[in-house]
Structures are given as structure tokens and as C-alpha cells.
């Protein structure tokens, strides 16, 4: 009876597919994971957007009390507003001629409460201008600001320092008025400077921080692949390995072929694999816009995500327009799922050799040396950042396995470019599928021959 390798492939991938998906636990797994990724991306954003808060120059101050305890006359707080309008958008101010602990009393007396007699917290502070000797030179005098946070306010020690600091143009301008300085100086003097730094030095090229940028997603990618690969490329070596010390197979063979058969088998275990990665990469991106959205409504309205603000400085790179695009993430996925293909076709390649249990780790050494040096072929030329090395590492199928998804992502090849580099990866598991078959079926029914024999037979057909 004809056979054909691709009816051969599908029954096989029908069987193996139905088969792992129904083993134990696989669900839970599974579905846990799904959840962990999920929670995960919304707790990241929560994190980063109360990082962000607590760095942020936003200080949520609604009333301050100034009181003038020195000789400078006509202080005028709202020039504070003037200079740092962005800092303070609710604050206002109310003078005090009294000291300061009257004032704190007449606060205290003042406090509103709710049904229950709690205080009822405000955003409060109370600002103290003095003029005292310098510690160092005491016949100098200097003038200071004292911030005083009320029983009552929720105003952090961070936001009185801040304000304090802040408060000093304030002071600046009441000593000007006190000399008699004309107001278009005052607010020349008051008037604060920007530092733009221009690096002339690098037209053309990226900066440092696109270089760092671009470094670390891909070192990203790479890692991540690494791993996975490390660990489903083990699995399906054990399952190759065991399945054709049984004599089962050997009448499975005359059924299917034996490229067929591996093929279907190692298929079926890719798309097992590679479907949980990307549920889970999916919810943890789920999680990352719906936590991004929470966490601007719950934690910190003015929360500006860094991941997406790092995906859009990317995009503007000379060179890098196609950068996060929709057509270059879906490409990119289609090289990941060629280059787990590749190299779990190589898994069960260095798996066929075998034929004896005991030999497994053997295997298992050979094929995971070759996925360190496809990482570390993907992995030295974002460490260099040698155009040369990348030209040469993307025509291999090992090294490019792991560069390609990084390079078509940040935009460093077009779409067009790609094509041709996942064309070699495809020829190379072509060739694998071919191998993997007649080494296969060699050891099946010749068992006991060596890595030699087996090498030297493969060779004279």
C-alpha cells in the first residue's frame, strides 16, 4: 500500500495532540500559569505606577498657611505657582499674621468631623519664613523656611520638603522688593534654566540608551526562548527515546513512514507547547492593558507606563519604523514557531541515536550544546552590535532561530528581509525531518549498531 508522508504526518499528530492534552494535570497546569501571568502583569503595573507616584514632581497640596516671621516685607507665596504652575495645580494660599502655634490651635479648633467625631484629614501645611544667624559664621544672617505638617493633613514629609525647597523663590522675590529691584528683573532672576545636552558626535547612529533599549528586549527574547526550549526540547527527547525502545513501533512503521511519524509526533508536542506559551504570554498581556488601565484610575491618574513608553521611543529610532508593528509581531511569532520547530526536530534527531535508555543523557548533553551555541550566535552580536557578525549568525539556522523574532521586532530587518532568513530555518527542518526519519528507523530495526555504523549506513544510501 502507497504511503503518504503527509496523511502519515496528520493521523500521528491527531493521536499524539488528543494524547497530551488529556494527560493529568495538564489542564490545571495549564490554566494555573494562565492565572499566575495574568496577576502578575496587573501587579506590575500597580508597582510601577506607586513608584512612579512616589517619584513623581506632582505634589497634591491644597491650602497653605504662610506665616512671615522675618523682616521681608510683602511676600508674595503665588509667585510660587508662577514658577512651579506644574508642581502645585490645587494649592492656594492664605497669609497669617499671628505665630505659629496660634495658628496651629486655631487649625486644630477648626478641624471638621464626621458623623462618627473622626477628624476629617485635609492637604494641608503651614510655612514659617524666619531670619536666624548662620551656624557657620554667626555674625551672618541668613533667612529660612519651615514647613509644619498639621495633626489632621496627609500630606507627606516628601511633599513639605519638596515645598520648602520650592518656597525659597518666594523668599528670593520678597528680598528683591525689600532693595527695590525692578519687577522685569525679578522675574528674569526668578526665571528657572533648562538643560538640553546635544551629542554632536552621534549623527547616524544610535545613542546609548536606544543601544540599551534594544539590547535588553532582545536579550529578553532570546533568554526566554532558551529556556523554554531547554525544557520541552528534554521532554520530547524522553518521549522519542522510550517510545522506540518498544516493539510496538516497529509494527507502527509498517503503518506510517518513519519521517511521518516523527514528524506528526514532534509537531503535535510543538503545538502542545507552543499553544500554552502563547495563552500565557496572552494573558500576561491582558493583564498588562487592563492593569495599566487600573492602575491610572486606582493608584495614579498621571501613571505613564514605561514598558509602552519604551515601545514607542523604540519605534522613533532612525531605522526602526516597522518596530512593534502589528505585521512585524505576527512575523515574529511565525519565526518562533519555526525556530521551537527546528530545534525540537534537532531534539529528536540527537533522540533517534539512541538505543539504550542509559544513553538519554548523552543525547540530551549533545542537543543542549547545540542550543547554547544558537544563544550564544544570537546572543553576540546584540553584545558587539557588529553588523557583520549579524549578516553571517542570521544565515545559520541556529543562531537565527533565536535572532530573528528580536530583529523583526525592533524593526532592525523589514518584513521582506525576514523572509529570506526563515526560508533557510524551514529548509533546516526539512533536512532534520529527513534525518531524523532514517536515523530513526536505522536504530529501530538494527538496534545495538554505533553512532558510527549508524552515521556510515545513513551515508551509503
Known amino acids: 500500500m502507497k504511503r503518504s508522508f503527509v496523511s502519515d504526518w496528520w493521523k500521528v499528530f491527531k493521536f499524539t495532540f488528543k494524547q497530551g492534552i488529556g494527560v493529568k494535570g495538564f489542564k490545571v497546569i495549564t490554566i494555573s500559569v494562565a492565572v499566575f501571568c495574568l496577576v502578575s502583569a496587573i501587579a506590575l503595573n500597580f508597582v510601577m505606577a506607586i513608584s512612579e507616584k512616589n517619584e513623581s514632581d506632582i505634589y497634591n497640596i491644597e491650602k497653605c498657611y504662610v506665616v512671615n516671621s522675618s523682616e521681608l516685607k510683602d511676600l508674595q507665596p503665588e509667585v510660587l505657582t508662577e514658577v512651579f504652575k506644574d508642581n502645585y495645580p490645587d494649592i492656594s494660599f492664605e497669609k497669617y499674621s499671628g505665630s505659629v502655634e496660634s495658628l496651629a490651635k486655631q487649625i486644630a479648633g477648626e478641624a471638621k468631623k464626621d458623623d462618627e467625631g473622626n477628624v476629617i484629614a485635609t492637604k494641608d501645611v503651614l510655612v514659617e519664613v524666619t531670619k536666624d544667624k548662620d551656624e557657620e559664621d554667626k555674625e551672618k544672617e541668613i533667612f ?25 523663590v518666594v523668599v528670593r522675590q520678597g528680598m528683591m522688593n525689600s532693595v527695590d529691584i525692578p519687577v522685569e528683573n525679578q522675574i528674569m532672576s526668578l526665571s528657572g534654566v533648562e538643560l538640553n545636552l546635544i551629542d554632536a558626535g552621534q549623527e547616524g547612529e544610535d545613542s546609548d540608551i536606544n543601544f540599551i533599549l534594544k539590547f535588553a528586549v532582545t536579550v529578553i527574547i532570546i533568554m526566554a526562548m532558551y529556556f523554554v526550549l ?39 508536542m510543538a503545538t502542545i507547547a507552543f499553544g500554552q506559551v502563547v495563552l500565557w504570554i496572552s494573558m500576561a498581556l491582558a493583564g498588562f492593558f487592563v492593569g495599566d488601565s487600573l492602575a491610572r484610575e486606582l493608584i495614579y491618574k498621571d501613571y505613564g507606563n514605561k514598558i509602552l513608553q519604551t515601545a514607542e521611543t523604540m519605534r522613533k529610532m532612525d531605522g526602526a519604523a516597522n518596530a512593534f508593528t502589528p505585521g512585524a509581531i505576527i512575523v515574529a511569532v511565525i519565526s518562533i514557531c519555526l525556530a521551537f520547530l527546528f530545534y525540537f526536530m534537532l531534539a529528536g534527531l540527537t533522540a533517534s541515536f539512541i538505543s539504550k535508555a542509559d544513553e538519554l543523557q548523552s543525547a540530551t548533553t549533545v542537543f543542549q550544546l547545540f542550543i ?5 550566535g544570537g546572543y553576540l552580536p546584540s553584545l ?20 530573528l523574532p528580536g530583529d523583526i521586532i525592533l524593526g532592525n530587518i523589514t518584513i521582506l528581509q525576514s523572509v529570506k532568513y526563515l526560508i533557510v530555518i524551514v529548509v533546516g527542518i526539512g533536512l532534520l525531518v529527513y534525518l531524523s526519519g532514517k536515523v530513526y528507523k536505522a536504530q529501530l530495526f538494527e538496534r545495538g549498531r554505533s553512532f558510527k555504523d549508524v552515521i556510515a549506513g545513513l551515508m551509503s544510501r
Do not use: C, H
Open 144 to 168: 529660612m523656611v519651615k514647613v509644619y505638617i498639621p495633626d489632621n493633613s496627609e500630606v507627606t514629609s516628601n511633599e513639605a520638603e519638596a515645598l520648602g525647597e520650592d518656597f525659597a
Open 384 to 403: 558587539t552590535g557588529n553588523y557583520e557578525y549579524e549578516q553571517l549568525f542570521r544565515w545559520i539556522p541556529f543562531s537565527a532561530s533565536f535572532m
Open 230 to 268: 531547554i525544557v520541552y526540547g528534554q521532554s520530547m527527547q524522553t518521549v522519542v527515546s522510550i517510545e522506540k525502545s518498544s516493539k510496538l513501533m516497529e509494527y507502527i512503521l509498517t503503518l506510517v513512514g518513519p519521517q511521518g511519524l516523527l514528524f506528526g509526533k514532534i509537531t503535535a
Open 372 to 376: 547554547v551555541a544558537g544563544f550564544m
